[in-house]
């Protein structure tokens, strides 16, 4: 940054006299020049040291008073007063004013060619610009070497703390660390200490109390314990990467990160970090795919043999010889919240894509603050995890993995609903096994119970045996001639009369509060429950009449949903 004080440095203006004591506005950068007299108007630029003869105000104090002062709002870097010709000397008036802004005002002996002083600052201005562009292309060539021998991020941060003379981390984009310097090891330990206050880096709030002013974008100062860093934040096309974290020094001003070869300095190390992560991710996409076939074929139990299965594991960094236990979630109402987030540019399959990406992601950090290992694969719109379970009552150990796992998804996306499905079964070899029992209690639950709960398997017995008893045809008669009657009244009349017995069962038969739960007149209550017993020939206040309703719901509602399964597949 070319200032105001190396302006006055320049040869051509060594006769020049400053009249104003400002000492902070002799660090104002300089960025054009210009030669300018009455009137000021739009004329003269942010940063602009402006030229004049002051022609026109030589004999009027006020009007040269009010022209500085147009200067001065315009924020121009300083202005500059040839005396000697048109104006003998700069009047007290304009000097003290000028002070009282603190605004830089020169007096320059008109012997002094403004031609002169204008190519002085131009070229000096070029000069800098040419410097910076040099050191820009030196700084991504340098940092391009290290892409192209493949050094990666540790050589990155070491590079930057070179430059810097401050240690420097890289962490990926959920805080984990990828690369530290020498004499990092107070800011690794300050960062993690934030983590553990703040959450995930993604989300948390930066801290804003020693705020100077907006920092160059992706910047942020972070305050950790008693120390200060500055935050780098790497952004790929579609998403935020990772972080840079730079130790400052507390003896060193914030100002600093405002000149232009730090700058430079920081945003080349950023776009080479991101091309690092970028190679990195790809690596990363390509173990995930083939892990995501791997599960899935666990889950599948397409593997000819468990050699083949242990084989396969041990190359992805999976263990097979600890018990797993298998939960299936499924997020509800996808095309509802892909139409509230509106993302224009992607399709709804590539959403769904990244969604069950993001899950996995989730499945993975939960699965390591609890210190279990996880497999797990998003298929056709549903998350499968295998967790290790080291006790004797496996299925408990699922309850505080899902509820942590909820958290942090409730972090990123607050209205987004999970159905749950918990098998029973679990050991070192039961994956397919586990897999069908979650996935028969996911459906069960989301049938029986709706949507956004967790069913476990051991707690669906008696609707698989309900199950079972569909395929007894005498049984199927007898409901079908009891349920009948009731769903053709339903269409017809547009009310729900199962939902109706339902709420009422709910209720252990009391009218009141049923009719309060439905928002019927206790009067409608009732004169729906005397159609019912008509159209069935059954009596609601009969004990075996009211079982055989009851069963007749519970099995059309099962042979429903088994109808539809493939369909939902």
Known sequence: MFSVQEMLELPVLRSADTKTETPAALNNPVEWVSIIELPVEDF??????????AFGCEHDEKKLLSFAEEVMNSNAAALIIATGRYLMEIPSLVIEHCQSRGFPLVELPWEVRFADVSHAISTALHQQERSFVEYSDRIRRELLEIILNGEGTAEIAAYLSRRLRMPALIADRRGGLKAKTSGAQNLEDSWRSHLQQHGDPLFFQMEEAYDTGALPNKMHWVHMDQNKALQLTVQGAREIQGFILIEWPEQLPEDDIYEENMLILLEHAVTTSALCFLHDQAAVETEMRLKNDFVWSLAEGTFESRDAALSRAKSLGYHLNVPYLCIIARPEQLDYLYDQQQPSVTSFENWV?????????EVYHTGRMLHVGTMTTFQKEELIIFVETHTEKGVETAYPFIELLEYRMRQVHPVLEMSWGIAKTFGDDFFHEGYNEARSALDIGRRQKGT???TTYANTRFDRALLALTENEELRSITEAIIAPI?????QRGIDLVH????FNRNKGNISQTARDLNLHRQSLTYRLRKIEK???CSLDDSDDWFLIDLSIRL???SAASEKKPADK
């Open 44 to 53: 003269v630029r942010i940063n602009e040291v402006v030229l004049t003869a």
């Open 535 to 537: 159209m069935t020939s």
């Open 487 to 491: 769903l053709n009244y339903s269409r």
């Open 556 to 558: 059309y509602n099962i």
């Open 452 to 454: 956004g709960f967790v």
């Open 353 to 361: 894509r990244q969604l069950g990406e993001w899950l996995e992601e």
């Open 500 to 503: 109706t017995l339902l709420v």
